[in-house]
C-alpha cells in the first residue's frame, strides 16, 4: 500500500480498505485534499469536484489491483489505464474526462510537492467528434412552453421553468440555484453564477418575466408559507429546493404533452436559445457571453447548427439543388 507522501508500506493485489469497506485512510485523505484543491485552487464547481473525484477513487483502486504505486506511476502506467478503458468500451467523452480528472489530480500531487514530475503531462485527450445538439423549431419551442396546465400551482410554475430556460439560456444547475434577488424584473436581467463560481449577467424577455411574477405571486407565496423559507427562485410545492432531476422531468412531461417522440431536457432548452439567437442575427460573442462559455469554441457548434439548417434549406428549394 502506499501513503500520502508515496511510500509504499505493502504490495497488495487490491487497494488496502478501511472497515467501512472502503479505500485507505491515506487515500481518502489525499482525495479529500484533492477535492479542496478542486475547490479552492481551481474554482470547479459542485457537480466538476464530485466527477473528478468519482474519477480519482475509481483510478486509485485500478492502480492498487495492479500492485501500482500512483505516486510512482509513469506514463506507460497511464496508458494502461486509458487502454483498460477503452477495451471496457466506456465512451469517449468519458474517457476525455478521465483524462481531465487525472491530469488536474497530477498538477495537486505536484503542487503538494509529493511527486517532482508530471506523468500526465504527455497524456494526449482521444479525439472524439462532437455531436451537433438537438435544437427545436419556434414552433416546437412554442407547443413545449405552453404544454404546462397553468390552471394548476404546479403547472404555472412549470410554464416559469420552461420559459425562464428558453429565455436565458441558463444551465439546470444555474436555473435550480438562482435565488430570487437575482432576477431583476423591473431591468430584465438575471444574475448568474455559473461554472467555476464565474459571475454573468443575461438578459431575459418580457414573455419570461410576466410567467415568473405570476408564479411568485400566486404559487410561490403559498408554497414558502407552508415550508421553511429558502431563498431559491424555483421551489417544490413543499417549500423546498427544487432538483435538476425533477426539472429534467418536467421538459420530459411537457415533450409528451406537445407530441414530441424526441428526447428533450432542459439543455435543448439552452441549444435553442442560443441557435434562434444566433439565426437572428446575435454575434457568437454575445452568445458567448450569454451563455458563460469560457472559450469562443464551444458556441462555435452552433454555427454548425445553422449552417445545416440553411444547408436543408437550400437542398429543398434552390432549382439546381
Given at each position: 500500500m502506499w501513503t500520502e507522501d508515496g511510500r509504499i508500506v505493502e504490495h497488495n493485489s487490491r487497494p488496502e480498505l478501511s472497515a467501512e469497506g472502503g479505500q485507505s485512510s491515506a487515500e481518502n485523505g489525499l482525495v479529500t485534499r484533492f477535492s479542496l484543491f478542486l475547490e479552492t485552487e481551481r474554482g470547479s464547481s459542485g457537480n466538476t469536484q464530485t466527477a473528478y473525484v468519482s474519477d480519482v477513487r475509481f483510478f486509485l483502486a485500478r492502480m492498487g489491483e495492479w500492485g501500482i504505486n500512483p505516486v510512482k506511476a509513469g506514463i506507460e502506467d497511464l496508458q494502461r489505464y486509458l487502454a483498460f478503458m477503452q477495451d471496457q468500451k466506456y465512451q469517449r467523452s468519458s474517457v476525455m474526462r478521465a483524462?481531465?480528472?487525472?491530469?488536474?489530480?497530477?498538477?495537486?500531487?505536484?503542487?503538494?510537492?509529493?511527486?517532482?514530475?508530471?506523468?500526465?503531462?504527455?497524456?494526449?485527450?482521444?479525439?472524439?467528434?462532437?455531436?451537433?445538439?438537438?435544437?427545436?423549431?419556434?414552433?416546437?419551442?412554442?407547443k413545449l412552453l405552453e404544454a404546462p396546465d397553468i390552471s394548476t400551482p404546479l403547472g404555472l410554475r412549470d410554464r416559469a421553468i420552461v420559459e425562464t430556460l428558453y429565455g436565458s439560456g441558463l444551465r439546470v444547475s444555474e436555473l435550480c440555484s438562482l435565488k430570487t434577488q437575482e432576477m431583476n424584473m423591473k431591468e430584465g436581467w438575471v444574475r448568474v453564477i455559473g461554472k467555476g463560481n464565474k459571475e454573468r449577467m443575461v438578459p431575459i424577455g418580457r414573455q419570461a418575466l410576466k410567467w415568473v411574477a405570476e408564479y411568485l405571486e400566486d404559487v410561490r407565496t403559498g408554497w414558502v408559507r407552508a415550508g421553511r423559507r429558502r431563498d431559491e427562485l424555483f421551489l417544490n410545492r413543499r417549500g423546498g429546493k427544487l432538483t435538476r432531476i425533477r426539472v429534467w422531468m418536467i421538459i420530459q412531461e411537457c415533450a409528451k404533452k406537445a407530441g414530441m417522440d424526441r428526447s428533450i431536457g432542459p439543455h435543448t432548452l439552452r441549444h435553442c436559445f442560443a441557435t434562434h439567437l444566433l439565426e437572428g442575427g446575435a454575434s457568437l460573442r454575445d452568445v458567448q457571453e450569454m451563455l458563460g462559455h469560457a472559450s469562443l469554441a464551444t458556441t462555435q457548434i452552433y454555427t454548425h447548427v445553422d449552417r445545416r439548417r440553411l444547408n436543408e434549406i437550400y437542398r429543398k428549394f434552390h432549382p439546381r439543388a
Amino acid at each position: 500500500m502506499w501513503t500520502e507522501d508515496g511510500r509504499i508500506v505493502e504490495h497488495n493485489s487490491r487497494p488496502e480498505l478501511s472497515a467501512e469497506g472502503g479505500q485507505s485512510s491515506a487515500e481518502n485523505g489525499l482525495v479529500t485534499r484533492f477535492s479542496l484543491f478542486l475547490e479552492t485552487e481551481r474554482g470547479s464547481s459542485g457537480n466538476t469536484q464530485t466527477a473528478y473525484v468519482s474519477d480519482v477513487r475509481f483510478f486509485l483502486a485500478r492502480m492498487g489491483e495492479w500492485g501500482i504505486n500512483p505516486v510512482k506511476a509513469g506514463i506507460e502506467d497511464l496508458q494502461r489505464y486509458l487502454a483498460f478503458m477503452q477495451d471496457q468500451k466506456y465512451q469517449r467523452s468519458s474517457v476525455m474526462r478521465a483524462v481531465a480528472s487525472i491530469k488536474s489530480f497530477y498538477r495537486f500531487l505536484l503542487k503538494e510537492r509529493i511527486m517532482n514530475e508530471d506523468p500526465s503531462a504527455l497524456i494526449q485527450f482521444p479525439k472524439v467528434g462532437r455531436s451537433l445538439p438537438t435544437v427545436l423549431t419556434g414552433e416546437e419551442v412554442e407547443k413545449l412552453l405552453e404544454a404546462p396546465d397553468i390552471s394548476t400551482p404546479l403547472g404555472l410554475r412549470d410554464r416559469a421553468i420552461v420559459e425562464t430556460l428558453y429565455g436565458s439560456g441558463l444551465r439546470v444547475s444555474e436555473l435550480c440555484s438562482l435565488k430570487t434577488q437575482e432576477m431583476n424584473m423591473k431591468e430584465g436581467w438575471v444574475r448568474v453564477i455559473g461554472k467555476g463560481n464565474k459571475e454573468r449577467m443575461v438578459p431575459i424577455g418580457r414573455q419570461a418575466l410576466k410567467w415568473v411574477a405570476e408564479y411568485l405571486e400566486d404559487v410561490r407565496t403559498g408554497w414558502v408559507r407552508a415550508g421553511r423559507r429558502r431563498d431559491e427562485l424555483f421551489l417544490n410545492r413543499r417549500g423546498g429546493k427544487l432538483t435538476r432531476i425533477r426539472v429534467w422531468m418536467i421538459i420530459q412531461e411537457c415533450a409528451k404533452k406537445a407530441g414530441m417522440d424526441r428526447s428533450i431536457g432542459p439543455h435543448t432548452l439552452r441549444h435553442c436559445f442560443a441557435t434562434h439567437l444566433l439565426e437572428g442575427g446575435a454575434s457568437l460573442r454575445d452568445v458567448q457571453e450569454m451563455l458563460g462559455h469560457a472559450s469562443l469554441a464551444t458556441t462555435q457548434i452552433y454555427t454548425h447548427v445553422d449552417r445545416r439548417r440553411l444547408n436543408e434549406i437550400y437542398r429543398k428549394f434552390h432549382p439546381r439543388a
